[in-house]
């Protein structure tokens, strides 16, 4: 019982914090992240932050191909940008390349009601201005209902649970961790369409240090450059 009590303490503390919006990234400029399939290195999701007095523009960019016996059997790349004035979020844009398929999203705010508008290549209409783009840098995403597809504009129904601090050791760095997993609220979903992920935020930084999933094989993402 004082475990489950402690374990609530933490993330509701977590939680309070995290209305501070992106200010607690402010120090960083770059961050590169190396994705594993199977243990197997098959490649990056890179971060630049740039600033301009009040304004916050994230770039990222993700590529990794999949290959067996000499021949690539998927291969994905996409780029996005992401737009903040004051630690408010304005806009979201990204094109997405799976193998020879094309996805994108664009998502702005509506000067009206500050809802979000999205045109993606999966949904296009309202949502509300609570939901967060699923960009797992930004540990505000735990205090959303849902979540919005990066690479489609899908909205994603979400619960999300607090699992307990952990130690995370990627090379030579021991991480002190909050562990969360995150799960699709609708148990009506196809499982190719479902959300299961956990990710690992640095206690006191909020660094999102690494992130799991199983889907056709087991997935990481393990920070490898902060700057």
């Excluded at 304004?55 to 690539?72: A, N, P, R, Y």
């Excluded at 299961?196 to 990481?220: C, P, Q, R, S």
């Amino acid at each position: 019982m004082k475990k489950i009590i402690f374990s609530i303490a933490i993330f509701l503390l977590f939680y309070v914090e995290s209305f501070s919006h992106v200010e607690h990234y402010k120090d960083y400029n770059y961050l590169e992240y190396e994705l594993f399939r199977n243990n197997k290195s098959i490649g990056y999701h890179k971060y630049e932050f740039n600033r301009n007095g009040e304004d916050l523009l994230i770039k990222s960019e993700v590529s990794f191909k999949i290959t067996k016996l000499g021949v690539d059997l998927y291969k994905y790349f996409a780029k996005s940008e992401e737009n903040y004035v004051k630690g408010i979020f304005k806009s979201y844009f990204s094109k997405t390349k799976q193998n020879k398929k094309d996805r994108y999203v664009n998502i702005e705010v509506d000067t009206n009601d500050k809802d979000l508008i999205i045109d993606g290549s999966s949904y296009k209409g309202k949502a509300s201005k609570d939901f967060i783009v699923g960009t797992w840098w930004n540990h505000e995403i735990i205090k959303a209902k849902a979540q919005i597809s990066g690479i489609s504009g899908r909205i994603i129904e979400q619960t999300v649970t607090f699992l307990g601090k952990e130690e995370v050791k990627i090379g030579d760095k021991t991480y002190k961790t909050l562990h969360f997993n995150f799960k699709s609220s609708d148990e009506t979903l196809p499982d190719s369409k479902k959300l299961n992920t956990d990710i690992w935020y640095e206690e006191d930084t909020y660094l999102w240090v690494k992130a799991a999933f199983e889907k056709t094989g087991y997935w990481e993402y393990r920070v490898q450059k902060v700057k």
